[in-house]
Each structure stands twice: as structure tokens, then as C-alpha cells.
């Protein structure tokens, strides 16, 4: 199924598919970042409100913190996050890509977590990631 994004998110959705269980058999270090440096994400409409109907781009993060019934699905999705995980990003076309990480940002942003850690990924995994 192809990918249809909105123009609003054309600079922060990679225009291809990717394998994220690829993206975490990656190899990176994890460093730390300012919280700050993503919560601007908090505020794009990166997220479906219903699940099991594609990638419908149609709630953003804060939606959701701000009131849970926007979208039962994604505040249950969000109760059950956890943080332990490093958030996945490519650095591709001078810019950086989320690939796996938007659930744990937004987590994050509940307790005001200070920093996120991270595993930044070289243009050159493309291949190994990406999926039909």
C-alpha cells in the first residue's frame, strides 16, 4: 500500500517504507539530547486516530496528552510505552528522520524528561531498512 503523506508532513516523514524490527537490529551508540531538540514533533499530526485503517496522519501527539478521548487507541498505545528504549533517528538530505519514536517522545514529554536518548543512523542504511 503506498504511502500517502500530507504536505504538512512531507519534511518529517520519509517518502519510503521501512522494517523498523531492521531499524533496532542496528548497531549505534546512544547518546543524549535535549528533550527540546523533538518536541516540536509533539505537535504534527503524526498519528491515526483509528487503528487498522493505514497511515491516517490525522491527530498530533498533544492531541492526545491534552485529551485521551481524540483517540482511545493511541492514549492506550502511549500508557504502555516504555522508556528504556533509545529513540531511532537517519540522518539523511541534512535532516533528521524519526524512524521509530514518536510514542516515546511524547512519553517523555509527560514527566518533562530533560533528555532523550538516541541512536542516529548513516543515509547508508537505507537499503537494509527499507521494505516494499
Known amino acids: 500500500m503506498p504511502k500517502i503523506v500530507p504536505e504538512i508532513l512531507k519534511d518529517h516523514i520519509l517518502p519510503f517504507n521501512w522494517d523498523v524490527r531492521k531499524v533496532w537490529a542496528l548497531e549505534a551508540d546512544v547518546v543524549l539530547l535535549p528533550f527540546t531538540e523533538f518536541a516540536y514533533l509533539l505537535e504534527l499530526p503524526l498519528w491515526s486516530s483509528v487503528p487498522k485503517h493505514g497511515l491516517l496522519f490525522d491527530i498530533c501527539p498533544m492531541d492526545v496528552i491534552?485529551?485521551?478521548?481524540?483517540?482511545?487507541?493511541?492514549?492506550?498505545?502511549?500508557?504502555?510505552?516504555?522508556?528504556?528504549?533509545?529513540?531511532?533517528?537517519?540522518?539523511?538530505?541534512?535532516?533528521?528522520?524519526?524512524?521509530?519514536?514518536?510514542?516515546?517522545?511524547?512519553?517523555?514529554?509527560?514527566?518533562?524528561?530533560?533528555?532523550?536518548?538516541?541512536?542516529?543512523?548513516?543515509?547508508?542504511?537505507i537499503p537494509t531498512i527499507k521494505s516494499s
Open 66 to 125: 491534552r485529551d485521551p478521548s481524540v483517540s482511545v487507541y493511541q492514549h492506550q498505545r502511549l500508557q504502555q510505552i516504555e522508556l528504556q528504549y533509545p529513540i531511532d533517528v537517519l540522518l539523511a538530505q541534512d535532516k533528521r528522520w524519526i524512524l521509530d519514536g514518536v510514542h516515546r517522545i511524547t512519553k517523555h514529554f509527560i514527566p518533562n524528561s530533560p533528555t532523550l536518548a538516541v541512536r542516529f543512523h548513516a543515509e547508508s542504511i
